[in-house]
T-cell receptor
Framework: GENVEQHPSTLSVQEGDSAVIKCTYS??????FPWYKQELGKRPQLIID?????GEKKDQRIAVTLNKTAKHFSLHITETQPEDSAVYFC???????????FGTGTLLAVQP | DVKVTQSSRYLVKRTGEKVFLECVQD?????MFWYRQDPGLGLRLIYF???????EKGDIPEGYSVSREKKERFSLILESASTNQTSMYLC????????????FGPGTRLTVT
């Protein structure tokens, strides 16, 4: 069945450094890969997404890359700031229902 | 602005009680979802609905049922609450198509004693 694995589970970086979170998926039919950010005590919110026909997408300090051959995708955050501290979830979508399978999450801590 | 609301932020119930969690969205979305969030396990899909009175099981449906009588409202039902159902429950909604953003509610922290 569909599965998404996410690493690392925790990540600590110094302010201004880059952070990279990686996810792998099991089903090559997956066609949509969103990333959600959940700040402490708040609801998850979409920060960036990528579709299977695109290799890379950027939005200011965040970018997502997709390697369909290897079945993995990554979130890159540059010039990290304390407000980037949160739990980040990757996800994959299969078929036409918009059902998502989420990774287990990465707790990112940006040390000032 | 999309708004997804859940009936309670915190709920304490006793083992064996029937529990109802309500979710309402105001954006006329076709899809609605119920997730359970536990530390180290991420967000796991319990059930989803793609239309009124339509539902499909997610990854962990055991011990849960759902109801969608109106498009804007999706209810999660714990028929007989157990301690292992203590968790954070998140509702979400999205338009019908694949690849559309899911909008989450604020969550209900359920404790079963």
């Amino acid at each position: 069945g569909e599965n998404v694995e996410q690493h690392p589970s925790t990540l600590s970086v110094q302010e201004g450094d880059s952070a990279v979170i990686k996810c792998t998926y099991s089903d090559s039919a997956s066609n949509y890969f969103p990333w959600y950010k959940q700040e402490l005590g708040k609801r998850p919110q979409l920060i960036i997404d990528i579709r299977s026909n695109v290799g890379e997408k950027k939005d200011q300090r965040i970018a997502v890359t997709l390697n369909k051959t290897a079945k993995h995708f990554s979130l890159h955050i540059t010039e990290t700031q304390p407000e980037d501290s949160a739990v980040y979830f990757c996800a994959g979508s299969w078929g036409a229902t918009n059902k998502l399978i989420f990774g287990t999450g990465t707790l990112l801590a940006v040390q000032p | 602005d999309v708004k997804v609301t859940q009936s309670s932020r915190y709920l304490v119930k006793r083992t064996g009680e029937k529990v109802f969690l309500e979710c309402v969205q105001d954006m006329d979305h076709e899809n609605m979802f119920w997730y359970r969030q536990d530390p180290g396990l991420g967000l796991r899909l319990i059930y989803f609905s793609y239309d009124v009175k339509m539902k499909e099981k997610g990854d962990i449906p055991e011990g849960y049922s759902v109801s969608r009588e109106k498009k804007e409202r999706f209810s999660l039902i714990l028929e007989s609450a157990s301690t292992n159902q203590t968790s954070m429950y998140l509702c979400a909604s999205s338009p019908r198509g694949s690849g559309d953003e899911q909008y989450f509610g604020p969550g209900t922290r359920l404790t079963v004693t």
